[in-house]
């Protein structure tokens, strides 16, 4: 199953869109930002592939100060890909 990850430097600020996504009817779980993001120690919210435009719009209009960017998370048979989006 391929996820979407909206990364955060500021864990307040990945609770806050966490949330709204939630209030907005997007099942959104917050979680540890990966290694592979290198930025350190962080919160991202994941969402399903299939809400990406609704979560890229409530997103933007959030005006996060602290968002880093969308990534890509998908497991396959135990080998994890991940990359950036846009």
């Known amino acids: 199953m391929t996820e979407v990850l909206a990364v955060f430097r500021s864990r307040s600020q990945a609770i806050d869109c966490n949330a709204r996504l939630k209030a907005a009817g997007i099942p959104a ?6 290694r592979e993001a290198n930025i350190g120690c962080g919160l991202s919210v994941k969402v399903p592939q299939s809400t990406f435009e609704r979560v890229r719009f409530i997103v933007k209009n959030g005006r996060y100060s602290a968002f880093y960017g969308f990534y890509r998370f998908q497991n396959n048979y135990g080998r994890t890909i991940f990359g950036r989006i846009g």
């Not at 779980?29 to 990966?34: A, D, E, F, K, M």
């Open 29 to 34: 779980n917050l979680i540890n930002t990966p």
